[in-house]
């Protein structure tokens, strides 16, 4: 909710902050530095520590970070807040995966990390366009301050429900980033970053690519969240039953070669509102991740 919430209230937040539409999508850009700062380096220095407090802690951080982002009076305050709010996100689903494999019963754990994935999936269809109405409807800064309240029940739920695990380290942080020294890992993560780079863009600015290009009434935001939302979730699920079917190096190349297919159909057809529905559904379906 915290990640995509942002890109349906962005009109809202560039009204209401006086600012232009591209300063306000900075706001979306410096969540995904946090994002990659804060994923190696939390599960790097936290690998001591048993998973269930670093899961809580995780969380708790990302309470306070949104909270804060609620409450900034300012553009630049507003950016601090969000670069520091993605710094959990990425610790928190890497080590909630491994949490969820090891807490499987053997043979299940593939299917364990897919329910805990499944947050995303619930999160896109029904919690961003119901951040999004309230944030169109009310103030972008009550959908933030939900993120923060959710945050909290979800800290307080892994300290009531989630079984105590002692800490696996395999090796220091140091060691962990020997990885990278290979080209193999350099490679992956530069074709991920460039293969998916239409796509966020796509995603980061929908709201008034539909307003201001196709022409919808911008209450409609939230409906046309929930048609994307449903998308990732069908594409997520056909990517992995394509996976399994295929090679994994087919299927990434199929993928993004559809990709590019929709991002540039989009730009065709957004203008006319019927396409612009059907392709928000099929450019959706290609797998975020």
Do not use: C
């Amino acid at each position: 909710m915290a990640e995509f919430m942002m890109m349906g209230v962005l009109p809202d937040v560039s009204r209401t902050l006086n600012i232009s539409i591209p300063e306000a999508g900075h706001l979306i850009s410096a969540y995904a530095p946090g994002v990659v700062i804060g994923a190696p380096l939390m599960v790097g220095f936290a690998a001591n520590y048993p998973p269930k407090k670093v899961l809580m802690v995780l969380m708790l951080l990302f309470a306070v970070f949104n909270t804060a982002f609620a409450l900034a009076p300012n553009y630049e305050l507003l950016l601090v807040a969000r670069l520091f709010s993605g710094l959990p996100h990425g610790a928190f689903f890497g080590i909630g995966a491994v949490v969820a494999s090891r807490l499987a019963d053997p043979g299940r754990e593939a299917r364990s990390v897919a329910v805990m994935f499944a947050g995303l999936t619930i999160a896109n269809i029904v919690a961003v366009p119901i951040g999004t109405a309230i944030g169109h409807n009310l103030s972008w800064r009550i959908s933030f301050a939900i993120v923060g309240v959710l945050a909290l029940t979800a800290a307080g739920s892994i300290k009531s429900w989630m079984p105590d695990l002692p800490a696996t380290s395999n090796g220091s942080f140091l060691e962990s980033m020997k990885a990278f020294g290979k080209p193999e890992p350099r490679i992956i993560i530069g074709v991920s970053a460039i293969g998916t780079g239409g796509l966020f863009a796509w995603i980061s600015y929908i709201a008034p690519l539909m307003t201001e290009v196709g022409r919808f009434d911008p209450a409609f935001v939230p409906v046309i969240m929930i048609i994307a939302g449903v998308g990732m979730a069908v594409g997520n699920f056909l990517g992995g039953r394509l996976a399994d079917r295929f090679s994994p190096l087919l299927t990434t190349g199929l993928l993004l070669t559809a990709m590019i297919v929709s991002l540039m159909i989009v730009s065709f057809v957004t203008q006319y509102q019927p396409a612009a529905i059907v392709m928000t559904f099929v450019t959706g379906a290609r797998p975020l991740r």
